[in-house]
């Protein structure tokens, strides 16, 4: 092969192959390749292949993109990754005007900050709902006040977080949902904070007697391996 011949051979470059419109099983042969680029989205490289469209995304800066089910028989993470986790608050007492703690490791409730009614985040944690379930109330028109308290790693000061008041007319065994944009302030913890959980009822008369309250909080938490 003359030194010509390499030249244009290096020169060459392959036609191109981007699909003018949305690559699709009709308006696609068998075996063509095509390629689509949307605004603010990752290169797709679509093949049609025995009747049927087959897509992979390709990344410039290493995030991937899954369009629905991701399944492996084994993940295993090497840096970081964010779960959802869940803990239970139930506890049973005869709810008054006066704010308590609710319990992370058992079902008592208390009107300290004790080690059972705080939990220590390993990792950064965003409060993402609070669920609530009431008892049978004798005044469903109370309010019940939430919030999140924390002492800072490096301190034993409690701090005040954030809060939200649900002031809608409870409906008995009726869950209600407090979401993360309802409380007050962001509702973030920092790994090696302790954070608590109260509540606090508008008057003393909303119980008269000690009933189960159902309380379970779901947390964004960012894991650091």
Not at 26 to 46: H, P, T
Not at 97 to 117: C, M, V
Not at 133 to 143: E, F, I, R, S, Y
Request: proline share 3%; hydrophobic share 35%.
């Amino acid at each position: 092969m003359s030194e010509r011949d390499i030249r244009r051979i290096n020169n060459t470059k392959q036609s191109s192959i981007e699909f003018n419109g949305k690559p699709s099983v009709n308006g696609m042969l068998d075996g063509q390749i095509a390629i689509e680029k949307k605004s603010n989205s990752q290169l797709a490289l679509y093949r049609k292949k025995f009747g049927k469209l087959f897509k992979v995304y390709m990344t410039s800066d290493g995030n991937q993109v899954v369009d629905k089910t991701l399944t492996t028989s084994s993940l295993k993470y090497t840096n970081k990754f964010t779960d959802y986790r869940a803990f239970s608050h139930n506890f049973t007492a005869d709810v008054d005007a006066s704010k308590l703690y609710l319990p992370w490791f058992n079902d008592t409730e208390l009107a300290t900050f004790r080690t059972a009614q705080g939990y220590l985040a390993p990792y950064k944690m965003t409060c993402h709902k609070l669920i609530f379930k009431p008892p049978d109330l004798d005044d469903n028109t109370d309010n019940i006040t939430f919030a999140i308290e924390k002492k800072d790693d490096g301190d034993d000061t409690t701090d005040a977080l954030c809060n939200y008041t649900y002031s809608t007319t409870f409906v008995d065994h009726t869950s209600v949902t407090i979401n993360k944009s309802d409380w007050s302030a962001d509702p973030v913890i920092d790994a090696g904070d302790v954070v608590a959980l109260t509540i606090t009822a508008s008057h003393a008369d909303i119980v008269e007697s000690s009933k189960a309250f159902w309380i379970t909080s779901v947390w964004k938490t960012e894991v650091v391996i």
